[in-house]
């Protein structure tokens, strides 16, 4: 264990009374970090000077250096994180291990949305994380610290997290799940279960550990394709569970937690926009309590999808109405500063190898 954001009040206090801190000065630094929102110990004024001192020399309160900060029109802000090398242990400045996070504010919330992993092994056809593969997993310190650092931003605190960063969350299993209860503990972040979303492409098994996890956060399954065929050409993972497989999972979450489930369908221009694809969503769409969000693609460089024309959106949208399945067009947000997963990453990655 590393970083304080790696730690429980339990796994503190017992740190602190074997580097000769008093028990109780674990619930003080909690509260100074969480309720406070103070990461430098020197500000710490309840704490002596020698455990200021001996917090900054063993006690990290941020693992990651940030390596950019990009503000869109719209308000959205994307950071880009970056982690100390775990086999020289040296602090990564330009290139190396490094995570997107972004803060998407909205009229009545504060949206994080977070990376659970280095890259990502899934390899989605339309997706920039997934194009270098995976580099490696996120502790659970390293998600908590994104929203830490997210709500520090003078922004407002962070109200909403979603787990629709780099990497497929359900691959990072207990990272996931331990963040998620630092997230929401009162000792923690105080982010309400219903408020944290975990998105994932469809772990069947996975998910049924989910429905086992204590606390009901909300399952979005990335859909993006109506059929089996069409969906394994766009996510390479779907080979491993069928879309059959993947409701039957999401139905036991269903039946475990009472939490509907969102199903994400990102919307490609002429390859899975067409009303057929909407019928067949439909389809599917009534065997689940379910809602369904319709995203519109945001271009990434390089890769051959475009964003579905807003007449077609609209279309596609009614068409499940009609059959009275629940569906929202969500907003497209911080298009100028490459919002979509891996983008920041990838052109800051290609900037390095540039110079
Ligand atoms: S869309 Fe998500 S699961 Fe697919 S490659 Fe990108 S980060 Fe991974």
Redesign the pocket.
């Known amino acids: 264990m590393s970083g304080f954001f790696e730690h429980t009040p339990d796994s503190l206090r017992e740190w602190c009374v074997n580097h000769g801190m008093p028990g109780f000065a674990a619930k003080q630094i909690f509260d100074w970090v969480y309720a406070k929102q103070v990461v430098d110990p020197a500000l710490m004024s309840n704490l002596s000077a020698n455990h200021r001192a001996l917090l900054v020399e063993a006690l990290p309160i941020d693992q990651g250096h940030l390596l950019a900060d990009q503000c869109a029109s719209d308000g959205t802000r994307k950071l880009l994180v970056g982690w100390k090398d775990s086999s020289t242990g040296l602090p990564v400045l330009h290139e190396g291990p490094s995570t997107e996070t972004v803060l998407i504010p909205s009229d009545n919330r504060m949206t994080a949305c977070v990376s659970s992993q280095i890259g990502?092994p899934?390899?989605?056809a339309?997706?920039a994380?997934?194009l270098d593969g995976l580099e490696g997993n996120l502790s659970a310190g390293q998600i908590v610290e994104q929203v830490h650092r997210l709500s520090r931003l003078g922004l407002g605190r962070v109200t909403n997290v979603v787990f629709m960063?780099?990497?497929?969350p359900l691959a990072n299993f207990a990272a996931v799940t331990n963040a998620i209860t630092t997230l929401n503990a009162s000792w923690g972040l105080g982010i309400g279960a219903r408020k944290i979303t975990v998105s994932t492409?469809g772990l069947p098994e996975a998910i049924r550990r989910l429905a086992e996890f204590p606390l009901p956060i909300t399952l979005a399954i990335?859909l993006h394709a109506p059929e089996d065929s069409l969906r394994r050409t766009l996510?390479p993972w779907a080979a491993h569970a069928s879309i059959p497989e993947i409701l039957d999972a999401c139905r036991e979450y269903f039946d475990a937690t009472g939490r509907e489930i969102t199903f994400e369908y990102l919307l490609l221009r002429g390859v899975n926009d067409r009303p057929h694809h909407a019928r067949m969503l439909a389809d599917l769409a009534s065997t689940v309590r379910c809602n369904i969000n319709l995203i519109r693609y945001n271009e990434v460089p390089g890769l051959p999808f475009d964003r579905p024309a807003d007449i077609d959106v609209r279309i596609f949208q009614e068409t499940l109405r009609d059959r009275r399945i629940n569906a929202h067009i969500r907003a497209s947000r911080g298009r100028d500063i490459a919002a979509a997963?891996?983008q920041l990453r990838r052109s800051h990655t290609q900037a390095d190898q540039s110079t």
């Open positions: 990502c899934v390899g989605c339309f997706c994380s997934g960063g780099m990497g497929e492409i990335s996510i997963c891996g």
